[in-house]
């Protein structure tokens, strides 16, 4: 299985040097920073394994991503403790593996190692489960991951100390006010991720950085430096690679003197555990919190001809809508499918289609779209099949 993981992960690397070849594209190999400025622009050094090489630019795209957030006192080995990168190479199926963190990353990893047969503890230090997601998708979730699947989910776990013996490592943490400790043979550290943003050279330059180590840009990742731009993680926004690459996009065609934009409010959420977890726009409690008037339609996977033939029957298709306007505000899915159903959403969203007009559109029998359709008749009560 690594093995396989390897082999399509170098296929997509040498993909990406194939296409710099194709285009004509310089590849420099090395950490690069600024130098300084020129008359033409800027100047940047990259040092590689051999001399540094020096390089001028009219216009600088940085583009430096995130590497995984350190817990203080917790070494990552990534053989014994590890961050996402260890965890994916383990080379055998630990029998008890921990997790710190209960977010994207933490679950994912988790619940991959979960199929494959490891007894699965994450230790969670918020108090509510999955945050960020709509409450109705959490509940479900919950009911999935940690009812049905047994991963054995600890909120409102403060970490103490951690040690590394010969049988594994011993976690010690508190919650409910009782200490509590965790053995385990793997622990993997998901606490988030950070801007890589260290080395760029900006202090040189007068590149502005903010205390969390994001570069500061507008809303079209312009930095305060003139044909400067910064994309992907190391700008505010989600931490999400199709959303970088959109902004990539954008930078390259504001550079070559065009007109271009990325929608931060359209922005896809997936989290790739098993159901998958995906959504567009707005939550129902943000919508709450905003005042807003909504409406909601939400059809299950259990009825559909399609899910049921799959063998693929939980969860279920949510959506928003203003409650005058009918404009959608955000959908809500969980199921197996769900980062390919969330497509037809933000195209719809993208373009302000109101409930109604998904309502309207034929949706091919048997298919799972079906579903995001009886969600968009239920905002109107009218589902067909319910």
Known sequence: MMARKDAIVAKMTKGIEFLFKKNGIDWLKGHGRFAGKSDNGWQIEVAGDGPAEAAEAKAVIIATGSKARQLPGIAVDNDTICDNVGALAFEEVPQRLGV?????????????????????????????????????????????????????????????KVDV?????????????????????????????????????????GLKIDA???????????????????????????????KGEEEGVMAAELIAGQKAHVNLETIPWVIYTSPEIAW???????????????????????????????????????????????????????????????AEAVVAMEFRACSEDIARIVHAHPSLSEVMH??????DKRALNM
């Open 100 to 160: 710190i963190g209960a977010g994207v990353i933490g679950l994912e990893l988790g619940s991959v190692w979960w199929r494959l047969g490891a007894k699965v503890t994450v230790l969670e230090a918020l108090p509510t489960f999955l945050g960020a997601a709509d409450e109705s998708v959490a509940k479900a979730a919950w009911k999935i991951f940690a009812d049905r699947q047994q991963l054995d989910i600890r909120l409102g776990a403060a970490i103490g």
């Open 280 to 342: 567009v726009g707005r939550t129902e409690q943000q919508l709450k919190e905003e005042g807003t008037p909504y409406r909601v339609g939400q059809f299950p996977f259990t009825i559909n001809g399609r899910a049921l033939g799959q063998d693929e029957t939980e969860g279920f298709v949510k959506m928003l809508a203003h409650a005058k306007t009918d404009e959608i505000l955000g959908v809500h899915i969980i199921n197996t499918h769900a980062s390919e159903l969330i």
């Open 165 to 205: 013996g010969r049988q594994g490592v011993v976690v010690d943490y508190e919650r409910d006010g009782k200490r509590a400790t965790l053995e385990c043979d793997k622990l993997i550290v998901s606490v988030g991720r950070v801007p890589n943003t260290d080395g760029l050279g900006a202090e040189r330059v």
């Open 374 to 379: 009886e969600a968009a008749l239920a905002v």
């Open 212 to 242: 969390n180590g994001f570069i500061e840009v507008d809303a079209h990742c312009r930095s305060n430096l003139h044909n400067v731009f910064a994309i992907g993680d190391v700008v505010r926004g989600p931490m999400l690679a199709h």
